[in-house]
């Protein structure tokens, strides 16, 4: 698997950075959020709790896919801006209690 940043953005209001990326995995499947963004960890630096993935898409016939992530400051700003069902996604959140219905 191997990653090329295609476009990186810094989004000083969000307090992160907005990247999109190509990934070509030849011979295999598309590649796993938790594959991913250890990979982008070490190509970008950061620690694995600031990534969030926000989505991987597979390109069809190709052995790439294209995806979209954001690098946040710190794990509180992603906790804070992110949605949770991307939260969850990303395993940077736990599933809440549902309420019961009376």
């Given at each position: 698997?191997?990653?090329?940043?295609?476009?990186?953005?810094?989004?000083?209001?969000l307090?992160?950075?907005?990247?999109?990326?190509?990934?070509?995995?030849?011979?295999?499947?598309?590649p796993?959020?938790?594959?991913?963004?250890?990979?982008l960890?070490?190509d970008?630096?950061?620690?694995?709790?600031?990534?969030?993935?926000?989505?991987?898409?597979?390109?069809?016939?190709?052995?790439?896919?294209?995806?979209?992530a954001?690098?946040y400051?710190?794990?509180?700003?992603?906790?804070?801006?992110e949605?949770?069902?991307i939260?969850?996604?990303?395993?940077?959140?736990?599933?809440?209690?549902?309420?019961?219905?009376?």
């Amino acid at each position: 698997m191997e990653i090329e940043v295609l476009e990186e953005k810094e989004n000083r209001l969000l307090k992160r950075r907005e990247i999109r990326f190509k990934i070509t995995h030849e011979n295999e499947a598309t590649p796993k959020r938790s594959d991913v963004i250890s990979q982008l960890v070490t190509d970008i630096g950061t620690s694995k709790d600031k990534i969030v993935i926000d989505s991987i898409k597979a390109e069809f016939g190709l052995p790439q896919s294209k995806g979209y992530a954001k690098v946040y400051v710190s794990k509180e700003d992603a906790l804070y801006f992110e949605k949770k069902h991307i939260l969850k996604r990303n395993k940077l959140a736990t599933g809440g209690s549902k309420k019961k219905k009376k």
